[in-house]
């Protein structure tokens, strides 16, 4: 943290992100959204992406405002503009919303209809977009030449910006089909909306994912954050088969694709070995919380490695190719972001609360600010939630998967009273208090005088 400040707007994308999880998962328990049933119902397309923009992209983006000028050890380029993008992003979320609601071209809308609102709101997510890019690349331009985490930030950076894109050009062919031809929308509900996935969810936020881990696992575990020559593996074939499996989408090149998904596969189960190295190799025997429930994200992509093997990629979505989704949002990049947020939340705190007082009274530990046995059983209801999750959707147990979002929905909102709890120490021996003030100099006495 060297010449760093702390980010005056990543405690509130990490407040919008958690609130976004939790209404999301309030979406699935309530039976309003069922995927198995309809994938483009509008209450599905709801929590799909208060996950994935709410949840995910705004957390992410929030983590690399911190992430990225530490990773360059300097500033971030305007704090202005990181606020500009948290405004636009949950502001047009929140449009998006409203306008899969009010759509009668997708079933299940509830309000009237108001053909603006979708693609208003995703031009305001695309501006946000744009911002952070700006904002984050300048700060990566300090820093070159590039390690691997900066690598895979940046490379997420630019799947992000592709995959907004695509989805404002989806928006508009739901809100105006009129524009289109027959043609044009075939193509664009098919191959768009594919390519539209795999840029989101593979190459934006697995990419960024697997840079956070490299820099934030090893600094957490005390390993060492040079990976050598498996890491740029890894890195190199997950990145170039995601991106020749978005363009072979586009193109409709079965081969193509196939030969796209190899490579992910390839470089994703590269990546698993190299996390296990890492973890072998660390000189911290006692893990915290963060980093001992962060081997359970990885065995969730651990299962979608094995079980993506029997996926055909050219094809249509079948029950499988949703249950692999569900995993890759809610327990690999789900439950490595609530799992990181553990110890980033009480670390940001810590230096900014803590941080100046140190050598001038006692001031606690990172770990001081969180109970861990206590909160532990919120991440084992988590990820036992996730699991049953994903295995009911594959079962198409519906039921069983409404009551699985309900206890991930009562362990998520234990998880964010933890963090809320040690983003606001103003309890126990460690409260900052107010500096007394200063007390009013007493009026001089008057000494009479010797007679």
């Known amino acids: 943290m060297r010449g760093v400040r702390l980010s005056r707007w990543s405690m509130s994308y990490f407040t919008i992100a958690i609130v976004s999880l939790m209404l999301a998962e309030l979406v699935w328990l309530s039976g309003l959204g069922q995927p198995l049933r309809n994938i483009g119902a509008a209450w599905v397309l709801v929590g799909v992406h208060l996950t994935t923009i709410g949840f995910l992209t705004i957390l992410m983006l929030g983590a690399l405002s911190q992430f990225i000028p530490v990773l360059t050890e300097t500033e971030l380029a305007s704090q202005t503009l990181s606020g500009i993008t948290l405004f636009c992003v949950a502001s047009g979320l929140t449009g998006m919303i409203l306008g899969f609601l009010s759509l009668p071209t997708i079933p299940g809308g509830i309000l009237g209809?108001?053909?603006?609102?979708?693609p208003t709101g995703g031009?305001?997510?695309?501006?946000?977009?744009?911002?952070?890019?700006?904002?984050?690349?300048i700060?990566?331009?300090r820093a070159w030449p590039w390690q691997?985490?900066?690598?895979?930030?940046?490379?997420?950076?630019?799947?992000l910006a592709v995959t907004v894109s695509v989805g404002l050009m989806l928006a508009l062919s739901l809100s105006f089909p009129a524009t289109y031809s027959p043609t044009q929308l075939m193509v664009i509900a098919g191959r768009g909306l594919a390519s539209h996935v795999i840029g989101g969810v593979l190459g934006w936020l697995t990419l960024t994912a697997m840079g956070v881990t490299y820099k934030l696992l090893a600094m957490f575990t005390l390993s060492d954050e040079n990976r050598g020559i498996w890491g740029w593996i890894a890195y190199i074939s997950t990145a170039s088969g995601i991106a020749t499996a978005w363009l072979a989408r586009w193109l409709d090149r079965a081969l193509l694709t196939h030969i796209g998904w190899a490579f992910i596969l390839v470089g994703l189960a590269i990546y698993l070995v190299d996390m296990r190295l890492l973890y072998s190799q660390r000189k911290r025997k006692h893990l915290e919380l963060n980093a001992k429930f962060g081997v359970v994200p990885l065995g969730f992509l651990g299962i979608i490695i094995i079980a993506a093997?029997?996926?055909?990629p050219a094809t249509s979505?079948?029950?499988?190719d949703i249950a692999l989704t569900f995993f890759g949002l809610y327990g690999w990049l789900g439950g490595l972001a609530v799992t990181q947020l553990y110890k980033i939340v009480?670390?940001?705190?810590?230096?900014?609360?803590?941080?100046?007082?140190?050598?001038?009274?006692p001031s606690p530990r990172v770990q001081d600010l969180v109970d861990e046995k206590r909160d532990q059983y919120a991440y084992y209801a988590y990820y036992a939630a996730a699991l049953t999750g994903g295995i009911s959707l594959y079962e198409a147990w519906t039921i069983v998967f409404r009551v699985a979002m309900a206890v991930a929905l009562v362990a998520t909102m234990?998880?964010?009273?933890?963090?809320?709890?040690a983003a606001h120490p103003n309890n126990g021996p460690w409260q900052v208090k107010p500096k007394p003030a200063a007390a009013a100099p007493s009026p001089p006495v008057k000494q009479e005088k010797a007679r």
């Open 113 to 118: 209809s108001i053909p603006w609102l979708l």
């Open 123 to 137: 031009a305001l997510v695309v501006t946000g977009v744009i911002v952070a890019l700006v904002n984050i690349g």
């Open 139 to 141: 700060t990566l331009r």
């Open 148 to 159: 691997l985490p900066a690598w895979l930030a940046a490379t997420g950076l630019l799947f």
């Open 309 to 312: 093997v029997f996926v055909h």
């Open 317 to 320: 979505l079948s029950r499988l």
């Open 346 to 361: 009480p670390f940001l705190t810590w230096l900014h609360v803590f941080g100046r007082r140190l050598g001038k009274g």
């Open 414 to 421: 234990d998880i964010a009273r933890a963090l809320y709890h």
